[in-house]
């Protein structure tokens, strides 16, 4: 189950919120998921250069509220906010409503983003670096970040092989059948001479045991921080045991 469902479906409504947050009745709600795809596609393809991780649609009455979430909020918002006038008037032209309100929220640590670094990878991929480094410099920089673990998994003609092939790169621990797990999880692709290769991210930024805020323009506050600096020096108490994980090729199975 944990390995063919979708991690964020999967935690939907227990750790994780939706991120489209609207009502819609039988008549109008084909045409506003139809609306949500296209707002998505359209501001991807605009601002492919942005990182961004997510959008999150809000409806009320008559207003539409896009927030953008990115690692690079100066490229959206543009020399004394032009870019973002620009991009209101064009979702204004595309959804034909007249009150749009667009919001900028700012990832502080793009290395624990999954979408980020799995279009990181497929950047680096894309400018003919060697796959197997640009997997395994994003892997490092999001151990070092604080994650317990991450899975990425890349599909295609790797390295412009003639048979296409999988390969899966693993450090720390991602279990997806736990759902108290925060799992992150991103599909993306590069376009590379040679065909398409797809990229699978997991990142596991620890366990959520209290109560958590389904919002998904929450960002977490100081407690959060203190407790992944908690977790962080724990693992560097038991460095024995992470360097004997590394050493059997970052599985790290645990014989009881």
């Given at each position: 189950?944990?390995?063919?469902?979708?991690?964020?479906?999967?935690?939907?409504?227990i750790i994780r919120g939706w991120d489209s947050n609207w009502?819609?009745?039988?008549?109008?709600?084909?045409?506003?998921?139809?609306?949500?795809?296209?707002?998505?596609?359209?501001?991807?393809?605009?601002?492919?250069?942005?990182?961004?991780?997510?959008?999150?649609?809000?409806?009320?009455?008559?207003?539409?509220?896009?927030?953008?979430?990115?690692?690079?909020?100066?490229?959206?918002?543009?020399?004394?906010?032009?870019?973002?006038?620009?991009?209101?008037?064009?979702?204004?032209?595309?959804?034909?409503?007249?009150?749009?309100?667009?919001?900028?929220?700012?990832?502080?640590?793009?290395?624990?983003?999954?979408?980020?670094?799995?279009?990181?990878?497929?950047?680096?991929?894309?400018?003919?670096?060697?796959?197997?480094?640009?997997?395994?410099?994003?892997?490092?920089?999001?151990?070092?970040?604080?994650?317990?673990?991450?899975?990425?998994?890349?599909?295609?003609?790797?390295?412009?092989?003639?048979?296409?092939?999988?390969?899966?790169?693993?450090?720390?621990?991602?279990?997806?059948?736990?759902?108290?797990?925060?799992?992150?999880?991103?599909?993306?692709?590069?376009?590379?001479?040679?065909?398409?290769?797809?990229?699978?991210?997991?990142?596991?930024?620890?366990?959520?045991?209290?109560?958590?805020?389904?919002?998904?323009?929450?960002?977490?506050?100081?407690?959060?921080?203190?407790?992944?600096?908690?977790?962080?020096?724990?693992?560097?108490?038991?460095?024995?045991?992470?360097?004997?994980?590394?050493?059997?090729?970052?599985?790290?199975?645990?014989?009881?």
């Amino acid at each position: 189950m944990g390995q063919k469902a979708n991690p964020i479906g999967n935690r939907l409504g227990i750790i994780r919120g939706w991120d489209s947050n609207w009502y819609g009745s039988k008549k109008d709600y084909a045409s506003k998921l139809i609306e949500d795809h296209k707002i998505r596609t359209y501001l991807s393809a605009r601002i492919n250069k942005g990182g961004i991780a997510k959008i999150v649609i809000e409806r009320t009455l008559g207003k539409l509220i896009v927030t953008i979430h990115t690692s690079k909020p100066g490229i959206i918002i543009g020399k004394g906010g032009n870019e973002v006038d620009r991009i209101k008037e064009e979702l204004k032209k595309l959804t034909g409503k007249d009150d749009v309100q667009i919001n900028i929220l700012e990832i502080r640590r793009p290395e624990l983003d999954a979408t980020i670094v799995g279009d990181t990878i497929a950047r680096q991929i894309e400018n003919r670096i060697n796959f197997k480094r640009a997997t395994k410099m994003a892997i490092a920089s999001t151990l070092r970040m604080g994650a317990e673990g991450i899975k990425v998994k890349l599909s295609g003609r790797l390295g412009g092989a003639e048979i296409a092939r999988s390969e899966e790169f693993k450090q720390g621990r991602t279990p997806l059948h736990t759902f108290r797990m925060d799992i992150d999880y991103a599909n993306v692709f590069a376009q590379t001479v040679y065909g398409k290769i797809g990229i699978k991210v997991w990142i596991c930024k620890g366990e959520v045991l209290g109560k958590r805020e389904l919002n998904p323009n929450f960002v977490g506050g100081k407690n959060d921080m203190s407790d992944r600096r908690e977790r962080s020096g724990s693992d560097e108490r038991r460095g024995g045991e992470r360097r004997d994980d590394r050493r059997g090729g970052g599985r790290g199975e645990r014989r009881n």
